[in-house]
């Protein structure tokens, strides 16, 4: 009798430990789906994946993102008749310093690797990467393409301190790299990027010219007792304005290229910088107000009117989309006690930006990613462009000069739930 | 046309009042002392200018007073002395009119013209910035001050005047600059305030018939020269975009090297002769290349995790008051320098 209830309690005892390993094995399951769930969901991976690896899709240079290509990982997942919502794909181009990129024509994106001077392409929809150049110069400050990437002028500084600008036909590999002057200090190409303009720094002050990006057919349009200038060249206009410094008043003017006139078309502004609308005929400039955060503004060159958008944030972390209207920006998370822009110019300051599209004709503003809150990685954006199509943006994050993309999402239409009577989904 | 316009003009004033009085004829009357004020004095193109009449003789704020722009009456009300209105483009010119009549039925009428021009003055200072460095070079103490102004006139056929026509006067608080100043003198290389302080630059621009003037004028200040130490990374260079901050700076490996950079001083490059570095290294002297005093190289020996301070001091062997200093901590942790890349 005693041995028939040890059997069974041995046996209840097997039972009990056989229900909880049985319940044990479904909450581990249950976890690990949990985070295989939010693994796909982030896109972001590590950003000291130090080793290229050719086992992620996309080839040698594939950010985390790489997986991230299709429409369908933009789509968050859901259960069948849910609204579906897109979501912006974030993705790192390219884990070392970045001297300069350009968006091909093609669906492809050009850039300079920052130690080596070696030129990239990268295939945006398959994410192979080839090097197209491997002319070694080390060290390169900035880079501007030209020829749709087609030519590439690589900007360092000298060993006595000089800067040097050369120019490289990457379609022609036999042709020796040419040498634009020395001192150049500010340079941009074209529109149609055939030409450059350029300040050249003498003991004078400085010097404007128009060239070839080769540097030949160099004609001199303007001098200046000053050196401290940026340009911009959209369309057939050439804005000059003075660098910014947080409490002294800058101006711009346009200057022609033909005959030299210049006109003043901003006055006196404080901590101003300024850009050019693709077609030449708006201004989307900044200047410090007050608490000396920078205000953002549009002008209007043809009416003079000014729109003070009441946006915090700079010229440089902003382009003007495709349509002329909108124009996309990174603004600052915060702005941290300073003087701006001196202190982010000078590193001393790093932000954390989130990425809008604002509208100038009714001041709207739209979120798009906050990479920060929403992927936990803290981008500085400079050197923002867009695509043709106005989908895709391209930049490098300031804080480490890695080369990054926003695609944005198709709208996505979602199923409508009869039950509930929500609105149908986009 | 216009005769009949003031004619009509004078006569609602006229049978605006009940005691019936002789109007007295209408003319300028400079010698009563009608004045018409500009704010700002020399208004430039497409600006808000405020126009107040005032007389020494009579009380106009007590006159029904007409002004008109361009012969069309813009504003007519008692004693309302000013005027908002903006000024047209460049070149382009307006007559502005103002019609005055007293308690006592007299009549007044002042006229001037204006020529909207627009001037204005760039400056920065002579002083050192790194290469690429996006933002402006200040003034310093002892340093020189470049100035440039851009002005845009016209004549009365439309055409705009160059700038070796076009009559400047630099003045500085006042004082006129005499040797500086003159026809097509539109630049200006000067010395800038003394010690820390600071003052007022201005150019006074006419044209040679001197029916046309500009001004524009800019607070000149003082800045502190500033020391910012970047890493010097040995492939990608300086690493400008991102300083060493009073933050602890953690290093990859055994060896960095550190590269001062002083911004605003009256030199042309980091490593100019004129400046005297000071390293220190915990408290311990140390010092930079010979060639490249702004640069320092740290190497720590032994494997411990260390925290160290590191601080410079940058002098200007000739301005004096051209110094600046920094400090930071640097940490060396044995991990990092076991990486891949550590030495």
Not at chain 1, 78 to 105: C, H, M
Not at chain 2, 72 to 98: H, I, M, P, W, Y
Not at chain 2, 249 to 263: C, K, L, T
Request: hydrophobic share 35%; net charge negative.
């Amino acid at each position: 009798m005693k041995r028939k209830q040890l059997y069974i309690g041995i046996s209840v005892l097997i039972i009990i430990l056989i229900i909880a390993l049985l319940g044990w094995a479904i909450f581990i399951g249950q976890q690990q789906q949990r985070l295989q769930q939010e693994t796909e969901d982030l896109g972001y991976f590590d950003s000291t994946l130090s080793t290229p690896t050719r086992d992620r899709e996309g080839g040698l240079f594939n950010g985390a993102f790489g997986n991230i290509l299709n429409n369908n990982d933009n789509v968050s997942k859901s259960a069948p008749d849910e609204v579906v919502v897109a979501k912006p794909a974030l993705r790192q181009l390219y884990n070392l310093p970045t001297a300069g990129f350009i968006k091909k024509r093609s669906n492809a994106i050009r850039f300079v690797d920052k130690a080596t001077g070696h030129v990239f392409e990268r295939d945006l929809p398959d994410g192979t990467t080839t090097r197209i150049d491997q002319t070694t110069v080390p060290q390169v400050q900035e880079v501007l393409f030209v020829n749709d990437g087609d030519g590439v002028l690589r900007r360092y500084i000298g060993e006595d301190g000089s800067l040097i600008t050369i120019y490289s036909n990457l379609e022609d590999t036999e042709t020796q790299n040419a040498s634009l002057p020395t001192q150049i200090s500010e340079i941009t190409v074209s529109p149609d990027e055939n030409e450059v303009f350029f300040s050249q720094q003498t003991l004078q002050g400085s010097t404007f010219y128009l060239s070839s990006p080769d540097g030949t057919e160099k004609k001199e349009i303007s001098a200046s007792t000053l050196r401290g200038w940026n340009i911009d060249w959209q369309n057939d206009v050439l804005l000059v304005s003075q660098k910014a410094s947080s409490d002294l008043p800058g101006s711009a003017y346009l200057i022609n290229a033909s005959t030299g006139t210049k006109t003043l078309v901003l006055q006196q502004l404080k901590g101003l910088s300024a850009a050019l609308s693709p077609d030449g005929k708006n201004i989307l400039y900044n200047y410090n107000g007050d608490g000396g955060i920078p205000i953002l503004a549009v002008k209007n060159i043809n009416s003079g009117k000014t729109t003070i958008l009441d946006i915090a944030g700079f010229t440089e972390k902003c382009v003007w989309s495709p349509n002329g209207v909108s124009f996309f920006c990174a603004l600052p998370n915060e702005f941290p006690e300073g003087e701006y822009p001196d202190e982010w110019y000078q590193g001393r300051v790093l932000f954390s930006d989130s990425l809008f599209e604002i509208r100038t004709d009714t001041k709207q503003i739209a979120h798009i990613i906050s990479p920060q809150a929403e992927y936990g990685v803290s981008l500085d954006i400079t050197n923002i462009s867009v695509n043709t199509d106005g989908n895709a943006l391209f930049f490098i994050n300031k804080i480490d000069q890695t080369l990054w993309s926003i695609t944005l999402p198709e709208e996505v239409e979602g199923v409508v739930e009869e039950e509930s009577g929500d609105e149908e989904g986009i | 046309m216009r005769f009949f316009l003031y004619a009509g003009l004078v006569f609602v004033l006229l049978i605006s009042f009940q005691n019936t009085t002789y109007a007295q004829p209408i003319n300028s009357l400079d010698e009563i002392g009608i004045s018409i004020n500009l704010s700002p004095e020399l208004p430039q193109s497409n600006q808000e200018v405020t126009a107040t009449v005032s007389s020494s003789n009579e009380n106009v704020r007590t006159a029904t007073i007409v002004w008109l722009l361009d012969d069309e009456v813009r504003q007519q009300k008692a004693g309302d002395v000013n005027f908002k209105f903006t000024t047209g483009d460049v070149g382009s010119s307006q007559q502005l009119r103002v019609l005055i009549k007293t308690a006592t039925g007299a009549v007044f009428t002042k006229s001037i013209a204006i020529t909207p021009v627009k001037a204005t003055l760039f400056w920065e200072g002579d002083t050192y910035v790194p290469p690429f460095y996006e933002g402006r070079p200040l003034y310093s103490s002892g340093s020189s001050i470049r100035a440039e102004v851009l002005a845009e006139f016209r004549n009365s056929e439309g055409e705009a005047y160059s700038d070796s026509e076009l009559i400047y006067t630099w003045s500085k608080n006042g004082t006129v600059l005499g040797s500086l100043s003159g026809i097509g003198a539109n630049t200006l290389l000067t010395a800038g305030p003394k010690f820390f302080g600071d003052y007022i630059l201005s150019v006074e621009i006419t044209t040679p018939d001197g029916l046309q003037r500009a001004q524009s004028a800019a607070r000149v200040t003082t800045q502190t020269p500033q020391v910012v130490l970047y890493e010097k990374n040995p492939l990608t260079g300086v690493q400008y975009h991102s300083a060493i901050t009073n933050k602890p700076f953690f290093a990859e490996s055994s060896q960095i090297e550190v590269q001062a950079i002083p911004y605003f001083m009256n030199v042309r490059n980091e490593n100019d002769e004129n400046l005297l570095y000071s390293w220190a290294i915990n408290g311990i002297e140390v010092f930079g290349s010979q060639i490249t005093p702004s640069v320092l190289t740290i190497q720590l020996s032994g494997d411990a995790d260390v925290t160290t301070p590191v601080s410079v001091a940058i002098d200007h062997r000739i301005d004096l008051l051209q110094t600046a200093q920094s400090t930071f901590n640097i940490v060396f942790e044995r991990s990092a320098r076991n990486s891949l890349f550590g030495l």
